[in-house]
């Protein structure tokens, strides 16, 4: 069964510091989703990770996947108040029985002044 | 349409109402997929459907909850005789099967159970 871990699970921060997050999994997989949710709205799609080494930036957000390490890491750069939000991970379990993918339990970014 | 659409957005009922929640996925999107988020909870999977079928409903949290799809389109999520820990942000998502799984997300069902 995939289970899929992200650490850590509240980030507060101050503006521009620099931070990781990472997710975990546990079996093979080499597709990984980011999404951002804003507090009482649904999921935006951030980033979408199809083999292993992807790397994609937008802004102050760079996502990577190596998929050996079974290890996607999110890492924030000169935080912004803006980039308050949740932050969940999702991994492909190809066609599992939960369907193609299982969530992290997401992690809540707090970023301060 | 364009996104995954979810009616209604917002849903006040007494306890012991039955209620029902529609999705309607992006189309030739033959995932869709129900989650239940808690306020300030993380995501609560209930069900998965790959066309018409479920392959596990375990995820339903007690028989009060089902769910059907029909013509590989429109679902619904029904719950019978509603308590107040049904209180939820009910979101559907919906993915191609294929290289890039990615899902997404309507703007979620809020239900309320008075």
């Known amino acids: 069964e995939l289970k899929v871990e992200q650490n850590p699970l509240f980030l507060s921060m101050q503006e521009g510091k620099n931070y990781t997050i990472y997710c975990n999994y546990s079996?093979?997989?080499?597709?990984l989703y980011w999404y951002r949710q804003d507090p009482g709205k649904s999921l935006e799609s951030l980033f979408v990770?199809?083999?292993?080494?992807a790397v994609k930036q937008e802004g102050r957000l760079m996502a990577s996947l190596d998929t050996k390490a079974r290890l996607s890491t999110l890492h924030i750069t000169a935080a912004v108040h803006d980039l308050s939000a949740t932050y969940f991970c999702a991994v492909d379990n190809y066609g599992g029985s939960q369907g193609n993918l299982i969530f992290g339990k997401g992690t809540k970014l707090s970023v301060k002044p | 349409g364009a996104g995954v659409s979810q009616s209604p957005s917002n849903k006040v009922t007494e306890k012991g109402k039955d209620v029902e929640l529609r999705c309607d996925p992006i189309?030739?999107?033959?995932?869709l997929y129900w989650y239940r988020q808690s306020l300030g909870q993380g995501l609560e999977f209930l069900i998965y459907?790959?066309?018409?079928?479920?392959?596990?409903k375990s995820g339903l949290p007690s028989d009060r909850f089902s769910a059907e799809r029909t013509g590989g389109s429109v679902s619904t999520l029904t719950i019978q005789r509603t308590q107040q820990e049904d209180s939820a942000v009910y979101l559907c998502?919906?993915?191609?099967?294929?290289?890039?799984?990615?899902?997404?997300f309507g703007q979620g069902t809020r239900l309320t159970v008075v």
């Open positions: 189309s030739g999107h033959t995932a």
């Open positions: 998502a919906s993915s191609q099967v294929g290289t890039n799984t990615e899902a997404f």
């Open positions: 459907f790959q066309g018409n079928s479920a392959p596990d």
């Open positions: 990770l199809l083999s292993n080494g």
């Open positions: 079996t093979t997989s080499d597709r």
